[in-house]
């Protein structure tokens, strides 16, 4: 057999929103860097293509959509998702038939986000190997896998019951109750159910891959090994595995000049997400909150000149903050000003922190969210959550005194750094992520 020259080819499929193209792209650096070849395949939205100068060596390849951007405001992300999925196969085995008459049979596999799960069909349309990529939490993965299997009208329901809502829900620990089942703040539950059933339909892919380190998930990742039947790859934190690639949104680095003039551990670092938008009323509670406690703060606003008044952005400036649109968060984290961080808790957010050693404020909003305070509260015992659907400046002020100031704080940054040295340990030769890694190569490679 004449032997084939050059890298065997990686398709990537992820989803346009940042939360999960960032660790995508994290994943495709890795994978380039052992020898492979890295096509993404993206929509019309053209989230990766706009950065596509931070990954030399990649090809990008756009597909139509008759659904347009548009569409996820008036529809919802849920509702969006699954038209999505409608809208894109045909689009997607035509790109594919395109790669392969191009570059023979270069393709080793199709890498899709678990939400592009249209990837499937052409996968099977063309005999091409497929593994199903998991850019959330290990537990948040069992919990699809347990919505799938329920009914939304019965689940309504039932969760009109105090006892219901406490009730068991896996043989997990911690104990996932029905009530920490992330399904609030996503839509109607019918859709959110039809979405679930769909992700956790592995069709026919043969792996699946988890941006997660067994040392913080290891029972969620025990029931995922009983429960897919297909190899299983945690291969987490991705943005220590590979060298990280840029955020999408335009980073101001003026921010590091700032906190390289703050004391150690002083700073209280601000960023509820890419997505979320808070009210101008609630804007000025937090901010001044974060002023009356007399700690520094930096604080990510995408439309301060917008949500910010100009009296509280004065005010902002006067007493010891510092506002960005966007700022280099692994970065900012690794700082040695930072002493805590105020997050809505999405899982890059929260595996960066923990990655870094630094406690959290919780502030979860939706689904995956509040899986994941959960567990930064009550498992891994690193931060602390504040309830409520709005916050006001009190509540703000007594939240970062009690992260950075009170006793109790030494207790979680001590915790927070325990869990940061498990996780270095884990991405070096040896660790449970660098094997993971290393045995999900040498199966690209036999495919």
């Not at 109790?408 to 660098?434: N, P, Q």
């Amino acid at each position: 057999m004449e032997k084939r020259e050059g890298k065997r080819r990686i398709v990537l499929v992820p989803i346009p929103a940042q939360g999960h193209v960032t660790p995508m792209m994290q994943l495709g650096k890795a994978l380039y860097s052992k020898g492979f070849s890295i096509t993404v395949v993206e929509g019309q939205f053209n989230r990766v293509r706009s950065s596509s100068q931070h990954f030399p060596g990649f090809q990008f390849v756009t597909i139509e959509e008759s659904l347009a951007e548009s569409e996820l405001v008036r529809l919802g992300g849920i509702e969006f998702m699954i038209n999505l999925n409608k809208t894109s196969e045909a689009s997607f085995k035509d790109c594919i038939a395109q790669l392969l008459l191009q570059q023979g049979s270069d393709i080793a596999c199709i890498i899709y986000d678990e939400f592009m799960y249209f990837c499937g069909a052409a996968a099977k349309k063309f005999n091409l190997p497929s593994v199903i990529f998991s850019t959330q939490s290990a537990t948040n993965y069992v919990s699809r896998f347990v919505l799938s299997k329920i009914n939304a009208d019965k689940f309504s329901v039932d969760m009109e019951d105090p006892g219901m809502q406490e009730k068991m829900v896996e043989n997990l620990y911690p104990p996932l109750r029905y009530k920490d089942l992330p399904t609030s703040g996503l839509g109607p539950l019918d859709h959110l159910f039809e979405v679930c059933r769909e992700a956790a339909n592995k069709r026919t892919a043969c792996a699946v891959i988890i941006n997660t380190v067994s040392c913080l998930e290891s029972s969620s990742l025990s029931w995922l090994e009983q429960e897919i039947e297909i190899p299983m790859y945690h291969i987490g934190p991705l943005h220590m595995t590979a060298s990280p690639p840029s955020r999408l949104l335009e980073e101001d680095r003026s921010c590091i000049e700032w906190l390289n003039k703050q004391k150690p551990r002083s700073v209280i670092y601000i960023s509820l997400g890419s997505i979320f938008d808070m009210g101008t009323k609630e804007v000025s509670e937090m901010a001044w909150g974060l002023c009356d406690s007399n700690q520094p703060f930096l604080w990510v606003i995408r439309d301060a000149s917008e949500s910010l008044p100009e009296e509280v952005s004065t005010m902002v400036s006067e007493r010891g903050g510092y506002i960005v649109k966007w700022a280099p968060q692994i970065e900012v984290l690794g700082h040695p000003a930072v002493g805590g961080f105020w997050s809505h808790c999405g899982w890059n957010s929260t595996l960066e922190s923990i990655a870094e050693g630094v406690p959290m404020i919780c502030r979860p909003f939706h689904g995956e969210q509040k899986l994941n305070a959960m567990y930064i509260e009550s498992v891994w015992r690193i931060g602390f959550q504040v309830e409520g659907s709005k916050v006001d400046r009190g509540e703000v002020d007594r939240a970062v005194k009690r992260l950075i100031v009170d006793e109790e704080s030494a207790g979680m940054e001590e915790r927070a750094l325990v869990l940061k040295k498990k996780l270095k340990a884990s991405v070096k030769s040896g660790g449970t992520s660098y094997n993971a890694l290393d045995e999900l190569v040498k199966y690209l490679k036999t495919m």
